[in-house]
């Protein structure tokens, strides 16, 4: 079973959503392997509903499934880290306080697990209440060197770092990329990425000196009218990945 995402040479891992498995296996040809497809939790009733789901999945892709939350909802937190736990897939999706939990149900160190933490319009500081109870609290503002530690601590493989708005926080977005770079931490920049924006997303992250970047491309490259991630658009964002 293979729980390492594929990574290119350059260390580069593309995360879109699959609305079935036919478009799993589509999204996953398109990128020749190069990327994890993401299941969100949110969208099942039940953890057997799930897991049933996402076994067939990891099936036909070999296991470049990646589980989510929904939006980073907190409230999917405890399903995802029960359901990782029969999966155990490549890529998990978690918020800052679940990446414990989620990491001690897998019973291993491979499976890439990041720790949700938000932008808080101070350069070179996160947000990390984003878990069910705290996100409905005041923020907490720690620096992103601290929220790495304690990631690492917690046996977390990655920051996400939601909701990003594009570039709407480039410059919040180079200072925690560089803090990954210095602290041999992999960074997932998610929300607002799009065909357009994707180039420089990744090139901060790449130029920063991170060993291991998974951008997010999710709603800008489905279609509305069927649910599906375009696998043509999945193409396009992968030659751009070859660019570096």
């Keep these: 079973m293979n729980l390492k995402p594929n990574y290119l040479d350059n260390g580069i891992c593309l995360n879109v959503l699959a609305n079935s498995v036919q478009n799993a296996k589509d999204c996953f040809a398109a990128a020749e392997g190069h990327v994890v497809l993401g299941v969100l939790t949110k969208n099942y009733s039940s953890d057997i509903e799930a897991i049933e789901d996402m076994l067939a999945y990891k099936a036909q892709v070999h296991n470049a499934v990646s589980i989510g939350l929904g939006a980073g909802d907190p409230n999917q937190s405890d399903m995802v880290a029960r359901v990782s736990k029969e999966i155990q897939p490549q890529h998990i999706n978690q918020v800052f306080t679940g990446v414990g939990a989620s990491r001690a149900l897998l019973g291993q160190a ?128 992968y030659e751009v990945i070859k660019k570096f």
């Design 110 to 237: 491979e499976t890439v697990i990041n720790g949700l933490v938000s932008p808080t319009g101070n350069i070179g500081t996160v947000n990390i209440a984003t878990g069910p109870l705290s996100s409905q609290i005041t923020s907490a503002e720690v620096p992103i060197e601290t929220a790495i530690a304690m990631l690492k601590d917690m046996g977390g493989s990655s920051i996400k770092y939601y909701p990003m708005n594009g570039l709407a926080h480039v410059e919040e977005f180079k200072a925690v990329a560089e803090a990954c770079a210095n602290n041999d931490f992999d960074i997932e920049p998610t929300g607002g990425i799009d065909l357009d924006n994707f180039e420089e997303v990744v090139s901060i992250a790449f130029k920063a000196g991170v060993k291991h970047i998974i951008p997010h491309v999710y709603s800008s490259i489905i279609d509305k009218s069927t649910g599906n991630t375009r696998p043509e658009d999945v193409a396009k964002l």
